[in-house]
């Protein structure tokens, strides 16, 4: 008790003494605290506001979804979830807007709404009285974005199908919309009696026809839900609640959060090596303070104790700075995420991420200062009477694997908190262990090679090299915190780099720019031929079957559908059960193809007797439990077709050309009503614009995709996220600066001495200037090489395991970051030693 | 009140090992004022450090006020000397990161004595700072500095004391002033007082002087 007292008393008065260094700690952890203060505070508003505008989310309490329009029985089943409410329909297919003004084209997501939709949440629009328009017939309500890509304006008249339009306004908000999406196809609001009209709701179109349920207030929506959901699910129609919608998004939202937050804890673990290098040098300063304590009759444990409450209180002040910057911060994070995230979030400060934020402070604080304080045991009483007892050494006993044990074990738990994943957490928590590992080794080689620093260089440049492996040097802090915030950015850049070049439009010239599909079998050869006319290079057509799975092994689907009880959370087997199957027929496999089990059949296999080989993408595979040699029964079209699993599949999705969940072989299904798809190259976007109004404008079924559109929409998406990685990301970095003002300071007595004696001995201002500037440029220069190297294997690692995609490597862009990072550092290291050039070094060595 | 047996210290050095201290047996009364002193290396530091329990011996047997310091380990050590011993040390050995006055606390406080604030006041009019408790070292001179850091050693009233040079880094009159001031308290309160110097006429006012040279004990004369 009079230990802890004491210990306090001295932490206070220490902290007291040198404040500069403990707002320098306390602005380290700040950053790290602040950056996960933001984005977890955002969490938490997140998830509070989709739970409060979970039904506005889905526009009423139930929605029924289906493949094809309602049957009698279906409508009967509809009639008893409704109990005497409200009921809604809403089609939806995806179609070509044209624009006979301008003969601009685009692909478009068609919502026919019924009257009452929405039935919560507000639906927004320009001209405020657009949406009311709606029941009148003949009008659109547009996203934004179709009036920029078609050349219209409000009041002009736009072509769907065999309809035209006029446009009453565009949306400001409505239920459910994440407008990032609309960037592929942008959502058209036509009355839904207006649907027929367009000549577009026949075979081929992808089409969903929903029916919302408001039901009587007080009604169980649950109870109401489950009731039908059952006979429903034979049916192929799912039932949907908002309390399912609720949770799928904040499943999926508060995910992305969590893995930004990692981010942010990366910036936090970064202080927290800040503070422990600055309690080394702590340590090696205060010995002589320690030593006489010692002799005063402190015991080891009180000393100790005292140091570390003295950390626990940097991370108050830095937990309590960090929160009030990182709750400000949160405001600025909803327009980060701008447009992908479907509710208004609330934004309001949470008070579990306010005291998780300190308390995170003080533990990350303590926790990465113990292991060096732990060497105060060893400070012998003796060194206050005796120079030469000053060499402290530090034996790797018991209690420091604990205290290194305690630190791993807090930065894993710290992380898996984070992101609710032990597999990503460990992940996580070895590659920064790595990082810091690599970096470390990268300074104690650089240490040894700026000793062997050949004697014919100039003088400022021996000794600015020398600086680099003299005592009490700071290579191994500098490289360390300007190394591993450059490698968190970098690893991050690199990662989004490699994303945005997959999707980037492939220009090579056989490679296909424009897609039609939705193409009817008699249409063929007339889009063949505009396509010739327009000058396109020849496509190639692929047919599509849509089919749906009768029996699985032998199993009824119907049967499979009611027995299985929906698994808690993951794949979703009634999904892949349920859905329509778009497949083709083909006897080789493409280049984005590869079979992983199995064998491909041979040519004209499909036309023998007995079950039919077909091949399955892996993926899907491992969802419907099949194997090569098992039996799937498909319904196509009314006709059984049986089959059998010939080979797996791994596909590349990300290709810009058709793929397929199951391929059959020619023949069997040749002649069941299809649609095809047709790939083609432009080359130019005029061209690609011309081609795709002369199909639309000559058949209006057929709908076109511009892969430049593609990548264009996938680009804002993932700039959308890598702005916010980025922006947290920054932290990071800005944390890696502090940590390296911290370790310049530390060493700053040191300099002054060094600089009043180079003086004294005849040194120019500018000689022990350009002393500095060798020394910290080399670090700097370091530090950005070895965070290159290992940020490209960071993101080599993440791009192969999460994304499926090899490396890009922006040669550039590296080279400036190093340039940058070189520049920083000579900043920082002369800014902080700046009195040593100035004329008054001696008297500022005095007033220390 | 402190003795010493057959008291050995030997450091490794250079791959063999070096000794620093070859068995040295003296007793000291309790009150007693004793000057140790020798040439520079004779081992007057390494012997002081031994019997106030900073280091331990490589042999031998060092008692003080009853208590055998080698059956105490390093924390034991530290307890005995926080409640009866006080140092005082050639470079003054404040604190610098507290007051004056908080230097003479900290005694006080690590044995828990709820009066630190008024012995400080107490000790700081003694030392003729009364009002210089709130500066730092770095703003006292090396006299000033000295007086504080001979406050901090009476803080807890030891009943031993012992200096290192204290007078090493001062001027004659600085230095005087301080030697005063320790033998008063030696004088009043009876504190056992063992100074290491090699100032012969320092030596010449302590009661007893116990000479080393080479690590072994040349004579011990009243």
């Not at chain 1, 260094?21 to 602005?27: N, Y």
């Not at chain 2, 012992?162 to 004088?187: K, Q, S, V």
Request: glycine share 10%; proline share 4%; aromatic share 6%.
């Amino acid at each position: 008790m009079k230990a802890l007292r004491f210990a306090l008393t001295h932490a206070r008065r220490e902290g007291r003494a040198a404040p500069r260094r403990i707002i320098l700690l306390a602005a380290t952890v700040a950053l790290g605290i602040a950056a996960l203060t933001a984005i977890n505070g955002f969490t938490a508003n997140l998830r509070q506001s989709i739970r409060d505008q979970s039904r506005a989310l889905l526009g009423a309490d139930i929605r029924l979804g289906s493949r094809t329009r309602f049957s009698p029985v279906a409508d009967s089943l509809l009639g008893v979830a409704a109990k005497g409410g409200d009921v809604a329909r809403v089609v939806s297919f995806d179609a070509m807007a044209y624009a006979p003004t301008t003969r601009a084209t685009r692909l478009v997501d068609v919502e026919a709404i019924g009257a009452g939709w929405p039935f919560y949440g507000t639906v927004r629009t320009d001209p405020a009285e657009a949406w009311s328009r709606l029941t009148t017939g003949h009008v659109i309500i547009v996203d934004p974005s179709l009036l920029a890509s078609l050349g219209v304006k409000v009041g002009d008249s736009v072509s769907i199908g065999k309809a035209k339009f006029e446009v009453a306004g565009t949306v400001v908000e409505i239920p459910g919309d994440v407008t990032a999406l609309s960037a592929f196809a942008p959502s058209v609001y036509v009355p839904v009696g207006d649907a027929e009209a367009t000549g577009l709701l026949g075979f081929g179109a992808r089409l969903s026809y929903d029916a919302y349920i408001k039901l009587p207030v007080g009604s169980d929506v649950k109870a109401a839900a489950n009731g039908v959901r059952a006979p429903l699910r034979t049916l192929s129609i799912s039932v949907r609640t908002a309390s399912d919608d609720e949770r799928d998004l904040n499943d999926s939202l508060t995910k992305l959060a969590r893995y930004l937050g990692l981010v942010a804890l990366a910036a936090l673990l970064l202080g927290g090596i800040g503070v422990a290098s600055a309690s080394r040098e702590l340590i090696t300063r205060r010995l002589e303070s320690i030593a006489v304590l010692r002799c005063l009759g402190a015991p080891a444990g009180t000393v100790l104790l005292a140091y570390l409450l003295e950390a626990g209180m940097i991370g108050l002040v830095g937990g309590i700075i960090g929160v009030a910057a990182g709750t400000a911060l949160q405001l600025s994070v909803p327009a980060l995420l701008h447009g992908m995230i479907p509710v208004n979030v609330h934004v309001a400060a949470d008070p579990a991420t306010i005291v998780l934020g300190i308390g995170l402070g003080i533990w990350v604080t303590m926790v990465f200062a113990l292991g060096p304080l732990l060497g105060i045991r060893r400070v012998p009483p003796l060194a206050a009477l005796r120079r030469d007892a000053e060499e402290l050494i530090i034996p790797r006993d018991a209690a420091r694997w604990g205290a290194r044990l305690l630190l791993a074990l807090s930065v894993l738990l710290l992380a898996a908190l984070q992101v609710r994943s032990l597999i990503v957490a460990t992940g996580f928590s070895v590659a920064l262990a790595v990082a810091a590992g690599s970096l470390a080794l990268v300074a104690a080689g650089l240490v040894r090679l700026a000793r062997l620093t050949p004697a014919r260089l100039p003088y400022t440049w021996r000794q600015g090299l020398a600086n680099l492996h003299r005592p009490a040097n700071q290579t191994a802090s500098v490289i360390l915190a300007l190394g591993f915030g450059a490698f968190v950015l970098l690893t991050l850049f690199l990662t989004e780099r490699s994303l945005l070049s997959r999707f980037a439009i492939d220009t090579r010239p056989d490679r296909p720019d424009l897609v039609f599909f939705d193409i009817q079998p008699d249409q063929v050869d007339g889009v063949r031929q505009i396509l010739k006319d327009g000058g396109a290079t020849p496509a190639s057509f692929t047919p599509i079957v849509p089919m749906r799975i009768k029996s699985l092994k032998g199993s009824p689907v119907t049967a499979l559908l009611t027995d299985s009880t929906r698994p808690a959370r993951g794949e979703r087997p009634g999904w892949a059960l349920r859905r329509e199957y778009r497949s083709t027929w083909r006897d080789t496999a493409t280049a984005s193809e590869r079979v992983t089990d199995g064998r491909w059949w041979h040519a004209g296999a499909g036309r023998a007797a007995g079950a039919v080989p077909i091949s399955v993408e892996e993926g899907l595979a491992n969802t419907l439990g099949v194997t090569v040699g098992d039996t799937i029964t498909w319904d196509v079209q009314g006709a059984d077709v049986v089959t059998r699993v010939a080979n797996l599949r791994h596909v590349e999705w990300t290709r810009f050309e058709p793929n397929f969940f199951v391929v059959f072989p020619a023949g069997p299904v040749d002649r069941a009503p299809q649609t095809l798809v047709a790939l083609t190259r432009g080359n130019t976007p005029a061209a690609r614009a011309a081609l795709q109004a002369a199909v639309v404008s000559r058949y209006s079924n057929i709908s076109a995709i511009d892969a430049s559109v593609l990548a264009d929409a996938i680009a804002r998406l993932v700039s959308r996220i890598a702005l916010a990685v980025r922006f947290l990301a920054l932290f990071t970095l800005a944390a890696g600066a502090a940590v390296l003002v911290g370790a310049v300071a530390a060493s700053r007595r040191q300099r002054l001495r060094e600089g009043v004696l180079l003086k004294t001995l005849g040194a120019t201002r500018a000689q022990v200037m350009r002393i500095a500037v060798v020394e910290y440029a080399a670090l700097g220069l370091l530090a950005a090489v070895a965070a290159s190297g290992l940020a490209i294997a960071g993101a080599a690692l993440l791009a192969r395991s999460r994304f499926e995609l090899p490396l890009v490597v922006p040669g550039g862009a590296l080279a400036a970051v190093a340039a940058g990072l070189a520049a920083l550092s000579v900043i920082v290291g002369l800014w902080t030693g700046r009195e040593v050039f100035s004329g008054t070094a001696l008297e500022e060595l005095r007033g220390e | 009140m402190l003795s010493c047996t057959r008291l050995t210290k030997t450091y490794p050095s250079g791959g063999r090992d070096l000794t620093v201290l070859k068995d040295i047996t003296f007793e000291i009364e309790a009150g007693a004022f004793v000057a140790i002193t020798g040439p520079s290396g004779s081992g007057k530091s390494t012997l002081l450090g031994l019997l106030a329990g900073l280091d331990r011996p490589s042999s031998g047997t060092v008692t003080l006020d009853g208590h055998d310091l080698s059956k105490l380990d390093e924390d034991g050590r530290a307890r005995l000397r926080g409640a009866k011993v006080g140092f005082v040390f050639q470079a003054f050995q404040l604190i610098p990161t507290l007051t004056a006055r908080e230097n003479i606390q900290v005694p006080v406080e690590l044995g828990g004595g709820a009066d630190a604030e008024a012995r400080a006041t107490e000790l700081l009019a003694r030392v003729g700072l009364g009002d210089r408790g709130h500066h730092y070292p770095a703003q006292l001179s090396g006299g000033e500095q000295q007086r504080v850091a001979l406050a901090r050693a009476f803080a807890n009233r030891p009943k031993v004391l012992f200096a290192d040079e204290p007078t090493g880094n001062l001027d004659a009159g600085n230095g005087g002033a301080i030697i005063d001031l320790l033998t008063g308290w030696n004088r009043d309160f009876g504190t056992t007082l063992i100074l290491v110097t090699h100032d012969p006429d320092l030596a010449r006012r302590a009661g007893r002087v116990i000479r080393l040279a080479d690590g072994q004990l040349l004579s011990s004369t009243a």
